[in-house]
T-cell receptor, first 111, second 115 residues
Framework: KQEVTQIPAALSVPEGENLVLNCSFT??????LQWFRQDPGKGLTSLLL?????REQTSGRLNASLDKSSGRSTLYIAASQPGDSATYLC??????????FGAGTRLFVKA | GAGVSQSPSNKVTEKGKDVELRCDPI?????LYWYRQSLGQGLEFLIY????????KSGLPSDRFSAERTGGSVSTLTIQRTQQEDSAVYLC?????????????FGSGTQLSVL
């Protein structure tokens, strides 16, 4: 059974710092891995999607990497800003139609 | 529509009552998913629709939960005889074809509170 774990559960950093969020999954047979952002009281916004044949994806200050064989992904946020404060969720698409989510990392960027 | 729309945004009900939650996906999206997010937990898959068919209902937690989709568009999730453990945020997502490498687009969710 696929399980997705995110570490740390919460993180507080000063503005301007570069930071890394970690995600691990137990079954390497995935189609893709997505990183989402969730703001309080709102739905999820897809940030990056890495297909199983890819190693990384970049969008602006965000870079996500995927090491399928070791079951790990990282989300790197450069030059963090207070507006980056949110919960970040990692999710893997497995066989069938399910996307399995981690519990998320709550990020707080202090001005 | 411009995005995935869910209604109501908040629902408070008494234990034992039935509730209906609505999802209006992005226009033209054939795939629709329901998830549940309990406090402090990750998202839990409930059901997937391709058009009006539900090829994967494996996440529905009990026979009190049912869902339908009509006209390949709007979906309704119904919870009968609600229990306190049903309290959660119910999220709906859609994607264009349901292909494995498509991004999911989520609505803002319905916060369900069962007293």
């Amino acid at each position: 059974k696929q399980e997705v774990t995110q570490i740390p559960a919460a993180l507080s950093v000063p503005e301007g710092e570069n930071l890394v969020l970690n995600c691990s999954f137990t079954d390497s047979a995935i189609y893709n891995l997505q990183w989402f952002r969730q703001d309080p009281g709102k739905g999820l916004t897809s940030l990056l999607l890495i297909q199983s044949s890819q190693r990384e994806q970049t969008s602006g200050r965000l870079n996500a990497s995927l090491d399928k064989s070791s079951g790990r992904s990282t989300l790197y946020i450069a030059a963090s800003q207070p507006g980056d404060s949110a919960t970040y969720l990692c999710a893997v698409r497995t066989g069938g139609f399910k996307t399995i989510f981690g519990a998320g990392t709550r990020l707080f960027v202090k001005a | 529509g411009a995005g995935v729309s869910q209604s109501p945004s908040n629902k408070v009900t008494e234990k034992g009552k039935d509730v209906e939650l609505r999802c209006d996906p992005i226009s033209g999206h054939t795939a629709l998913y329901w998830y549940r997010q309990s406090l402090g937990q990750g998202l839990e898959f409930l059901i997937y629709f391709q058009g009006n068919s539900a090829p994967d209902k494996s996440g529905l937690p009990s026979d009190r939960f049912s869902a339908e989709r009509t006209g390949g568009s709007v979906s309704t999730l119904t919870i009968q005889r609600t229990q306190q453990e049903d309290s959660a945020v119910y999220l709906c997502a859609s994607s264009l074809f349901g292909d494995k490498n498509e991004k999911l687009f989520f609505g803002s969710g319905t916060q369900l509170s069962v007293l």
